[in-house]
């Protein structure tokens, strides 16, 4: 079993920026993708950015590219996702997972442990 707990959301204005972290435990990550998404109220949950395994690829979702930048360090068994220049449609509840492969993905359904969430509100 893998245990993923998020932190580093919270309240901030339009155009500040948050980093979120992923720490994951009961078993190493690093043959892993790992993967962020995110859902808003009334929204179905979407991709935001996937790394490998490895951390030397990474697959980032047009809505935040150049943005959001998604990292690890697997000595830490810790992914992160840095926001800049964040947006009010920003605002959701953010997941970590962890991917069934390698390489990273998009798809949901190449994820099989998730996270609870932590929230991300960016006021206007």
């Known amino acids: 079993q893998v245990q993923l707990v998020e932190s580093g959301g919270g309240l901030v204005q339009a155009g500040g920026s948050l980093r979120l972290s992923c720490a994951a435990s009961?078993?190493?990550?690093?043959?892993?993708?790992m993967g962020w998404f995110r859902q808003a109220p009334g929204n179905e949950r979407e991709f935001v950015a996937s790394?490998?395994?490895?951390?030397?690829?990474?697959i980032v979702a047009d809505s935040v590219k150049g943005r959001f930048t998604i990292s690890r360090d697997n000595t830490k068994n810790t992914v992160f996702l840095q926001m800049n220049s964040l947006k009010p449609e920003d605002t959701a509840v953010y997941y970590c997972?962890?991917?069934?492969?390698?390489?990273?993905?998009?798809?949901?359904?190449?994820?099989?442990?998730w996270g609870q969430g932590t929230q991300v509100t960016v006021s206007s």
């Open positions: 790394v490998s395994g490895s951390g030397d690829s990474e």
């Open positions: 009961g078993r190493t990550i690093s043959n892993y993708a």
């Open positions: 997972a962890r991917g069934v492969q390698a390489f990273p993905a998009v798809k949901r359904y190449l994820y099989n442990y």
